[in-house]
C-alpha cells in the first residue's frame, strides 16, 4: 500500500490532537499525530497493541504505568507493550509523532 500523505485519512480524536493513517495492513500501521498545543493532560489510555513511538518535532512528557516519567524529544523513541497503560503530555505547541502499532488499530480506520 502506498499512502501519499496529502491523501492520508485524517482522523481528529480532539481539537487539540489530529491523526492521519498512513500505510497499513492487517499486522501494522504507521500513524502520524500532531499535537497542536501544549497540554496537561495525559490523556492516560491503554490497547491490546504493541506500539512504537517516534518524536519528530517537540518535547513530550512519557508518562507509563509503574515506570518514572520521562521527558522525550526529537529524535527519541518509545516502545510500549501491549494493554499497559501510557500516555504524554506535551511540551509544547505543535508536537509531532510517528505511531507503529502492531497489529494495525482497526478502531482508528473506522469513520
Known sequence: MNV???DAFVQTSSENMTRR????GENM?????TFHKKSDDPGL???????IIYVEKG?????QE?????IIGEGDSVYVEPSVVHGVKTLEDNCILLDIFTPQ???FLKL
Not at 500501521?29 to 499525530?33: E, G, K, T
Not at 518535547?59 to 508518562?63: A, K, T, V, W
Not at 509503574?66 to 520521562?70: I, L, T, V
Open 29 to 33: 500501521m504507521l500513524v502520524h499525530v
Open 21 to 24: 493513517i498512513l500505510a497499513h
Open 45 to 51: 489510555h491503554s490497547h491490546p497493541h504493541e506500539q
Open 4 to 6: 501519499k500523505y496529502s
Open 66 to 70: 509503574g515506570k518514572e516519567s520521562s
Open 59 to 63: 518535547r513530550l512528557e512519557f508518562i
Open 105 to 107: 488499530r482497526e478502531d
